[in-house]
Structure formats: C-alpha cells, structure tokens
C-alpha cells in the first residue's frame, strides 16, 4: 500500500489544491494511505475530516510580515516540531509527502528530509511562499503555476513541472447554461464582485459607487460577496442601491464565477485559477495586505497576458482612479468580443488536467 502525507494550511488558497490533489490520488490509486499534516482546530484540520484523511497534529506560528519577537517565537515553534514529526515519519514510513504551501508546511518538511522521505511541492502564486522558497532545492519535483515562479527558486530545471493551478472538481460538473437558467439570470449580464473570505474596507468602498454602472446597464446582474466583517456602515449604502445584490458570503461560488460575464476581485491564487480554468475576463484590485505583496506578481501575469485590466489598491480611495475602473468595467461589459478575448487568454493559464498531473508524477516518481 502506498502512504502519502498531504501538508498544507493556514488558508484556503493552500488548502483547495491539497484537497484537489487528494481526489486525484484517490482516484489514480484507490487502495493509497491517506494523511495530513496541519495545526489543530484549522481549515486543515476540517479538511481533514471531510476528505477522510488521518490527521497528524502539529504546531506552527506564522512567520512572515510579524515583529521579530514573534519571529523569533516562530522558529523556536518550528524547530521543537521538528523532532516528532521526523519520528512520525521514521516510524510510519510514507513513501511521500506533498506540500501546497503555507506556514505550517515547514516542520513536516524538514521531518521529511531527516527521515529520508522523498517530498514534493506545489506553488500556487508567482511569488513563491516561505517555505516553498527554502525547501525547494531538495524537492524531487516541484509543480508551479505560473513560469515566473522558476525565477524565485532554487532548484534544478529539472525539477519544475508546469502544472497550473487545481481547481475544486465540482467545477468540471458545472454547465454554465444551465446554472444561467436556473438562477434566472437568462441573457442578462452578470458582474461578480468579491474583496475575499474576511472582506476589504477599500474595495467595499469602491463598491458603494455602483449605481454609476447600474444606470447605464439597467439590466445587469451585480452579485457582490462582502466578507464575514464588513463595515455595517458600508453596508447600509448598499441598501440603497437598486440591483446590487450583496452576501457576506456566498458558499456556491464555482456556480457563481461559471456563470459570470465579468469578474471584479482580488488577485489570489484560488480566485485566478477559477477565473481562468472558467475563462473569465476580470478587473483585478491586488490585495497589498499579503505575505510578499504575493498578489501584486499574479495580476501583474494575467495583465501581461490580456487576461485582466490591473488597479492598484492604494488608489481605491482616488476618485481618478474609481471613475477609471468603473469606466473598465463599463468597457467591457459593452463589449462582448473584447471580454472573450480576455477569457481565452485567462484559459491559456489554466490546465483542466492539473490534479491529476501532479498525482500521476508524484506516484510515478516514487513507484520507478
């Protein structure tokens, strides 16, 4: 029997691809051992438990963008977990482990290299994570999603695999049609507007000038996601906005991007890999509160390639600058051809096949 250890936290955009790469590996080889790696009471830990996988506790303190006390804190965590993760992994023996990232991944790394275990990393961003960045050089593989990644990372050639971004596999369920119909949405145009999970005062903000878009196209669908915390104050505007339909959340997310014309966000990596596996033309407004100002490198990409028109979010404050997004997103919404253009060029930084190509070289690499 095959035994893999998946390690991955701390947020969704590490957690997704985990789980994405775990239903490939379930499928590729049915009868395979199954664990994760993660910090008690987290996402992991849910995913865990959802996906059916054998949790192996850990402890781990984020160490990026925090003062050096508690830097300092961070390492004396990491190096105390070192050893009982290095005994797990000697008396367990997994034939491998795959790390998607996050600040929790980096004791059951090292745990890894001490026992000998062959490991494999997935990045999901162009600016690669902490400990993607240090533990690259020793990776037998390491998938990215984006060529620029290589730039920031040492490792052989050899060793990366382009593999793009996993998505969710309800997405391959979904039929754009259908889910049009069924929201009633009909021929209508539908903008999709979301400042993440926790919410953005800054693009929350920008939002409250919708009835500027609304007027001109009385018959557009504006579905916007607040966040858990947005400002109450900010969404009583809202309520003064005929056809602006806001959630805090919205849990059928695949359904909603799939049956979008246009996308307004973030530029994370989970956010851009659904855009572009569903083709989505999108105005990106990069968060600058992120470890590395990572966002910044992956809408600087799609821009690059005519995926997306790219604001800076320190100047969504600037009436200058609101009145040249609102008149983007104006743009696009008149014309059709330009935002298929766009969606085709988002396609192009999109592998359908992602999941299962990471699976299939892992259990290859470790089965020769």
């Known amino acids: ?31 395979i051992k199954l664990y994760l790696a993660g910090v008690e009471d987290s996402m992991e830990e849910e995913a865990a438990k959802k996906y059916g996988l054998e949790f192996i506790p850990t402890k781990a303190r984020m160490f990026s963008g925090i003062a050096l006390t508690s830097k300092i804190r961070s390492v004396s965590t990491l190096l105390r977990e070192c050893h009982p993760l290095y005994r797990w992994f000697k008396e367990n023996r997994p034939d491998f482990l795959i790390s998607t990232g996050g600040f929790v991944t980096g ?3 090292i745990g890894a290299i001490l026992s000998g275990t062959p490991y494999f990393l997935h990045e999901q961003n162009v600016y690669p994570g902490l400990a993607n960045r240090l533990f690259a ?13 290589k730039k920031y990372l040492r490792a052989r050639e050899e060793a990366f695999v382009l593999s793009g971004n996993p998505v969710r596999s309800h997405f391959f369920a979904l039929d754009r049609e259908t889910i049009r119909n069924e929201k009633g949405f009909g021929d209508k145009k539908v903008l999709l507007s979301s400042g993440g999970s926790i919410g953005s005062d800054s693009f929350n903000d920008l939002i409250c000038d919708a009835h500027i878009l609304l007027k001109k196209h009385p ?6 996601t607040s966040g858990q915390d947005a400002d109450p104050a900010v969404l009583k505007k809202y309520e003064n906005i005929p056809g602006l339909k806001v959630y ?28 572009a596996f569903t083709g989505r033309a999108a105005v990106l407004l990069p968060s600058p509160y992120v470890a590395s100002d990572h ?26 600058v609101r009145h040249l997004i609102y008149r983007a997103l104006d743009e696009l919404l008149r014309d059709d051809e330009r935002r298929e253009k766009m969606g085709r060029a988002a396609k192009t930084l999109s592998r359908e096949d992602a999941a299962e190509l990471i699976a ?3 259990l290859k690499e470790v089965e020769a």
């Open 219 to 224: 018959d557009l669908v504006w579905i916007h």
């Open 248 to 275: 805090p959340f919205i849990e059928d997310m695949p359904e909603f991007v799939t049956a979008a014309d246009l996308v307004l966000s973030r530029a994370g990596a989970i956010t851009l890999s659904e855009n």
């Open 295 to 320: 966002q910044k490198a992956n809408a600087a990409s799609f821009g690059a390639r005519g995926a997306a028109e790219v604001f800076n979010d320190a100047d969504l404050y600037d009436p200058a």
């Open 1 to 31: 029997m095959i035994k893999a250890v998946i390690s991955c936290g701390g947020t969704g955009g590490h957690i997704f691809p985990a789980m994405a790469i775990v239903e490939a590996l379930r499928i590729l080889h049915p009868d």
């Open 137 to 149: 050089s020793k990776a037998k593989k390491i998938f990215i999603s984006y060529e620029e990644s």
């Open 360 to 362: 299939q070289t892992c």
């Open 107 to 109: 004791a059951p790394i």
